[in-house]
């Protein structure tokens, strides 16, 4: 397996999938194998679709987990081994049909104020203010502050492609204040770990399992009651621009999505683009009931 798995990353690389990508598709053709104790290249094309079944029936895997799983283990065999196997084409994971977790403004500045070390709190502020994936944010360098034009440059984000998002006055000012902390000459968001335990040389970044326990625990202790994640914060300033009046195509840019169907899904979270449609209803019923 360390060849063939040797050759897959080298392979996911070519492609230009993210770390994270590939640590999750190699997951997924490992798990394959233990599951049929031999090794992946070994496994018949009709031994495929009842694993499947196995996670779905036995294991009651997520639609989205099976879905990762299923582009991993197609991969594996389509791009590294050369297999088309047509049988791969009818796997299909189920599709989920829910709606994203949004926070309202305050609940954004309840959770941020429970964040207590400074540089989860800039960070997870800086993912907010500029509607930033996880990975990006902390990823984010020096060089791509641009304080001139007021706005960042995310590199390399999801699919590879490059964007630049508004970055406000007050971000920048906490940056600059956090950056003064560290001084790193490549990171705003270093690892406390740099060469020979010095700060300001730091190799990279700091973990992003950092940054999901600080948002977590700052969650438990604000008291919302919703299921949130880094993520949601995203999600909650697409919708709140939304509800500003940014137009969704301008929104669609910010956020780095390919397509506008991906960002449509934020008209139905806010409570604003659905008012209409509740003043004509209350209308029209508002003499049925006497």
């Not at 999938?17 to 490992?30: F, H, I, M, N, P």
């Not at 020096?142 to 390399?156: F, L, M, S, T």
């Not at 335990?197 to 940054?211: D, E, K, L, S």
């Amino acid at each position: 397996m360390n060849a063939l798995r040797a050759r897959m990353i080298e392979d996911l690389q070519l492609h230009g999938l993210s770390k994270s990508t590939q640590e999750l598709y190699v997951g997924a053709v490992k798990r394959l194998a233990e599951h049929y104790h031999k090794p992946p290249d070994q496994i018949t094309q009709e031994e495929v679709p009842q694993y499947f079944l196995y996670l779905a029936q036995v294991k009651k895997f997520a639609p989205s987990t099976m879905n990762v799983a299923l582009c991993g283990i197609k991969f594996f065999y389509e791009r590294t081994l050369h297999r088309k196997w047509t049988i791969l084409d009818l796997v299909r994971a189920p599709q989920e049909k829910k709606l994203p977790v949004v926070l309202t403004i305050e609940e954004v500045h309840q959770i941020l104020a429970c964040v207590h070390r400074l540089r989860f709190q800039v960070c997870l502020s800086t993912i907010y203010a500029c509607g930033l994936r996880i990975d990006e944010g902390v990823h984010l360098q020096v060089q791509d502050i641009d304080a001139e034009r007021k706005v960042i440059h995310i590199r390399k984000g999801k699919g590879g492609k490059d964007r630049y998002v508004p970055l406000p006055e007050p971000i920048l000012k906490m940056l600059r204040q956090y950056w003064r902390t560290h001084r790193d000459p490549v990171w705003l968001f270093p690892s406390p770990y740099g060469k020979e335990g010095n700060p300001a040389a730091a190799v990279a970044p700091f973990h992003v399992t950092g940054v999901q326990a600080a948002f977590h625990e700052a969650l438990q202790q604000s008291g919302v009651q919703k299921p949130a994640t880094v993520h949601t914060l995203r999600n909650s300033w697409a919708t709140h621009l939304l509800e500003a009046g940014v137009n969704l195509r301008v929104i669609q840019d910010y956020l780095g999505h390919s397509s506008p169907t991906t960002t449509a899904i934020y008209t139905h979270l806010t409570p604003k683009s659905t008012e209409p449609a509740n003043q004509t209803i209350n209308q029209a019923l508002k003499n049925l009931w006497h």
